[in-house]
Each structure stands twice: as C-alpha cells, then as structure tokens.
C-alpha cells in the first residue's frame, strides 16, 4: 500500500504526531482525565445572570463579572451570535444579553446598550424572539405570563405510554419541561428596578405591543389545534386552576423529580436548562438558599467544571465534557502508538474511565425497565442521563486495554459486556441509535407552542449508530448479528443521494461522513462498493485549496454551504479518516494533502488552534433529525436562517487536538501497513461469547 506520493513525509507524520502527543500529555489532569472548555454562545452568561436577580441575589460576585463576559463577546454591529463567523447576529441571544446588562445597572445610553437596541429593532423587535425568551422577560416583568406558552404541571401524571409524557421528550426538553411547568404555573417575576426596564426595546409603548406568539408559515392543523389548546389552558389557569388541589398535587410531584434528579455536582441533566430552571422553581416554591439542594445548585456556580474565569470575566458553560474528552484522548494515544511512551499517563486515564461506568437506572429505563446499566454519561456528573455516543467511544477506548491481564482483573471484559447489552437493548426500531432514549421520535410533539426551540426529540442519528458500529466492529462482533445487519440498513438508507451523512452532533456532512467510513471499515464492509465510492467521491471534491476540509455551521440552513466554509484541523481529520478507511488509492494525493494542511498548521508547542464550532448541540429542526433544505418558506417556518436563531452551536476546545492525532496516526499505517495481532485476536474470539450473552 506503500505509495510514492507519501514520500519523506514519513518523518514529518511522526515528528508531528510525537510532539501532539506530548502537548496533549501536558493537558492531563492529576487524576487521569481530560476536559477542555465548552463554548457556547451569549445565553448562558445572561440568563444566569438574569437568574439571580430572580433569586434576589442581585448583589452575588458572579453578576458583575458576567457582565463583563458579555460586553467582551458583543459583536461589532451590537448584536450577539449564535457561533463564530456567524453572518448575522441572534434576536434571543441579543435580547437576553441586552436584558442581562439593564439588570446589572447599565444605562440605555451606555453605548454597547444603545448598539444592541437599535440592531434589536431593526430585526424586527421583540415580535421575533423564541418561546424561552419570552420565559425570561416574564420572570423579569418585562413580558405577561399569560403570553407564553402555558406548560401545565398536570403532565406528570401522564402515563408513559401517552404521547404527551413527558418520557417522550428528549433529555434536555424532559429535564427543562418539568422546572418550567411549575413556574408557568405560578407566574412569578421579580421587576427590573423602574430605571432598568426595557423600554428601549417597546418604542411604541408596551400598551400598543402585540404580545402574540407570530404564527409560523406552513403549519398543519396540529399546530393550529395546539395553539387553541395553549389559549384554553391559560383561560383554566386563570380561572380555575391556581390553587386547586390537583394542581398542588402535580406541583409537589414535579418538585420531588427535581429533588431526585438533582446531579452529585449540584446541576441537573448535566446542562444548563434545567438547571437554571430548578433553582428558580425551587425558589418559588419557598426552598431556602441553606437548604441542601439549593445550597449545592448554587454552590456548583464556583466549581471550574462549569466556570470558566478569565480576567474581570466569567463564563458558565451549557455543559462539560470530562468523559466524553477523556476517552477522545485514550483514542488519539492509542492510534498515536503512545501507549508504551505514556504507559502511567494512558493507565490512570483507562482507570479513571472505567470507573465512570454508570451502574444505576435513569430515565431510560422508563422505557426498558428490565434492563441491567452499563452506559456512560458526558460530563462529571449525570447519572440519569449516560448516552449511547459516549458508552461506544467508551468501548473504543477500552478495547485498546482488554488483552492485558491486569486490565481483565479490573474487570474490563465485565464492563465492555455490560454495556454491549446496554447499546444492543437501547437500539431503535429504525435500526439506528438515538443519544439517550430508545424510539424517541414522536413528532407531534415538536409541533406544541413550547416546542419552538432547537429540538423536542432525539431520534436515532447516523453519526451515533456509526460510532456504535465501529465499537462493535473493534470488539470483534460478527457483522451478521442481527443489531448489526439492521444498523448497517439504517446508516445505507441514510445516505444523502450526493454520497455523504448528515451530521446530527458535529458540523456537519463532514463529520457525518468521517464518521460512518471507518464504522464500515471495522464492521467488514467491502469498501469498494459504490455507496462508499460515492461518500469518497464527495469529501474529495470538497477539499480545499489549502488541502483542509471545513464545513460551517451555517450548512444547517443553507444548502450552498454543506461541506464548505473556513478550513478547521479537527474538519480536516475527519475527512481524512474516512477517506483513510476507505483506503482507495486514487484519494492518496487528497489524504497526503490533507496530511500536509493539519502538518503545517501545527504550533510550535504541538497544539493546533481552532476557534470555529464544529460541535451541534442541535441544528433547530425541531425534529432532531435531517430535514429537506430546498423548502422555500423553510427559515419562515422555523423562523431561523442561516444566522440558526433556533438552534445550539458548541465549541470543544480539545477537537483540535484529538482528531488530528487520530488522522494523521492513521495516515502513517498507509505507509507502513499493519496487521492486527495475533494475541488481539484471540483476546476478541475469547471474549465475544461473554459479551454477546
């Protein structure tokens, strides 16, 4: 497979990847683990920040430097956005920054206000901004209780199999629903100071505003039904509901689920959302700042897991990444050979890994109560919610692992086992994997009032189903398994008739398709096959003139950008490992040219920078999965464009690392091939019967 096209690069691949090793290295935690920042976008400084002077904590340390935070990540022409580079600012995320800094005492005159509220109403003013926007001008006075979305607590005592349970909502809508439910049944709002309200932002006075939700272009009768619905529920609420004693009664029930779900670190569900929400909720409901759970949900702002201080700002991240990062790195040392160089380093991270196993049920197991854990979460601290994303980097990393005895006595085999079964029991109908749930993929429920934000549902994506095929095929299960056999036909008929795969967590087709390559690849598929020629055929005519790939996350709305943008290092290594899997000698010049890119991009201290997203949280879709981009009124029906007001873009710091180290390790065994060993092997045939039990 030697070819001449990689001639003398041999030394430069493996000086690069040596001295990325090492920086990585450096980048470990004492007790094994990795974690790099989260990056997000405006929202989350200002809703904590508006959040406390919710709770009556307006003098807390945390708002001034919050502050700070926001006025340094202002956009020149006085809006926020939503990602870096994005070509328009966002109406929610300027709204809630604009509303944030007026809690902390910021005149209307002071220039960044000024900036933002005149960007504000050139965007059509306040008229625009999403449901939970609305949520947090009311909690602030600035917006009637009775003009959002009413989310009655009664929904609790649905039964599970009810489409409107709230199992049927995704995680992070389920987690966020039931705090939310109980503040919109109290209404309550604590007023900005006279001097702070948002007057600039109603200029023909708040009298003469439409408060109305705007009705969005091509709706279904549904949407039209849920909208009457939502009328007639706040009509009951303020006639009959208030005090009545099954309300009281689902409010106290709503209150003991979040009690219960409350995360050993002091969040909930391991993301914002709900966590900023409970504490408010709470709070309403009489909790004192000294009782155990608020004490912990509000001490959990100093932890550096989720705060980031920089200067006289700070930063709240929507989430943490210590698992999911810290397998990523096993996986880049491993393909990097660095295990022996590394031995204690790699050791303490496989340990410190295997002891993140979850063990206990959560919410998942509503729908599969028979079934034993054995998933892995994404952050420091989320029991209730391990995903399916996670628990298959997780086998990944753990095979490098399982053939050494003192591993075995540890009990990795019992480990990898337990979540095989896991994975197996949690696949969907479709064949393909969701995130957190099994067959949540209601879409009814994507069309009620409260859902106009990102995504109500986590229905099965192909960047996930092929990271638990490549797991499968690493561990050495036989591609005729049934689980297997139907994933396979799930990811085929996926398949975008231009050749590559959406991207459902990552920035985009890129990531979709660098991911689904090398699944195939150790699943066995003949890689000659014209579905995969296809999916190759499109990365190769995407690389750039600088010989990277980039992808922006504006490729979500507009159809012209998929698989185009600024060139990234961790783009750029996905594209290679799926070309790197296919092994096609004809994409050698792109692969050595992608090489070159990711080589010459490296810094001097080994690392690589990287500033763009090209992490999803989700795309604003509503339905949690791929949708048609040719549909003229699409941006007036999600009341989105490529700007993605409706959807959560991520920064993870540590992508610019990991991928590269990964591609270009691959990219030295084209040069000098490998065979598995012969001890590896066995190791697998020995164990595959324990783990498929």
Known sequence: MTTPLFKGMGNSLTHTVSSACEWLISQ??????????????????????????????EDHPLRPRLGNALLQTQREDGSWDVYLGAGNGDINATVEAYAALRSLGYPENTPALQKAATWIKQKGGLKNIRVFTRYWLALIGEWPWEKTPNLPPEIIWFPNKFVFSIYNFAQWAR????????????????????QDRLNALFPEGRGNFDYTLPKK?????????????????????????????????????????????????GGWGGIQPPWVYGLMALHGEGYQFHHPVMAKGLDALNDPGWRHDKGNASWIQ?????VWDTMLAIM??????????FTPQVDKALG???????????????????????????????????????????????????????????????????????LVAMQSSCGGWGAFDKDNNKALLSKIPFCDFGEALDPPSVDVTAHILEAFGLLGLPRDLPCIKHALDYVRAEQDPQGPWFGRWGVNYVYGTGAVLPALAAIGEDMTQPYITKACDWLVAHQQEDGGWGESCASYMDASTIGRGKTTPSQTAWALMGLIAAARPQDYPAIEKGCRYLIDRQEPDGSWTEEDYTGTGFPGYGVGQTIRLDDPALSKRLQQGAELSRAFMLRYDLYRQFFPIMALSRASRLISPETATEQAVEAAAKNLEKIIA
């Open 217 to 265: 272009e091509g709706v279904d009768l549904w949407s039209d039904f849920f909208r009457t619905t939502d009328k007639g529920l706040h009509w009951l609420q303020s006639k009959f509901l208030k005090r009545n004693t099954m309300r009281e009664a689902a409010i106290r029930h709503m209150l003991e689920w979040i009690i219960r779900h409350q995360d050993a670190d």
């Open 352 to 422: 410190w890994l295997l002891d993140r196993q979850v063990r206990v049920k959560g919410d998942w197991s509503i729908k599969l109560p028979d079934v034993e854990p054995g998933g892995w979460a994404f952050e420091y601290a989320n029991d209730f919610y391990p995903d399916t994303d996670d628990t298959a980097v997780a086998l990944i990393a753990l095979a490098s692992c399982r053939h050494r005895p003192e591993w075995q006595e540890r009990g990795v085999e019992d480990a990898i086992a337990r979540a095989v079964r896991w």
């Open 175 to 194: 987690a966020t629903l039931v705090p939310l439910a109980i503040l919109s049944a109290r209404r309550p709002s604590r007023p900005l100071r006279p």
């Open 28 to 57: 470990q935690n004492p007790d094994g683990h990795w974690v790099g920042p989260v990056g997000s976008n405006a929202s989350m400084e200002a809703e904590w920040c508006l959040a406390l002077w919710f709770l009556g904590l």
């Open 318 to 322: 929507a989430t943490n990444s210590p």
């Open 332 to 341: 880049a040392l491993h393909d990097a050979k660095a295990e022996d160089r």
